[in-house]
């Protein structure tokens, strides 16, 4: 089963998030399908970057956000959830 969720990158006490599409068995950080996005809390105000496009893709294949993606999409103001740069 696929699953939309948060992948930990950054450094120590400096958490940065990419949104992927990875298999619900995988690792919090191992092997994903896609990266659709990228989440950052430590910047004021917090970052949140997706491509809507692919999200809605994967959701229509079946694949299911997480708990805290869910709600991360459902707060962000839209002018802060904008189009992924095509080189993330």
Do not use: C
Request: no cysteine; net charge positive.
């Amino acid at each position: 089963m696929l699953v939309i969720r948060l992948r930990r990158a950054g450094s120590k006490n400096r958490p940065f998030f990419r949104v992927v599409v990875t298999e619900s068995k995988s690792a919090r950080d191992g092997r994903f399908v896609e990266v659709v996005g990228h989440y950052n809390p430590r910047t004021k105000p917090e970052t949140l970057v997706l491509d809507h496009d692919r999200v809605s893709h994967w959701v229509k294949v079946g694949a299911q956000p997480s708990d805290t993606v869910r709600t991360l999409i459902d707060r962000a103001p839209v002018a802060v959830v904008a189009e992924a740069p095509a080189a993330l």
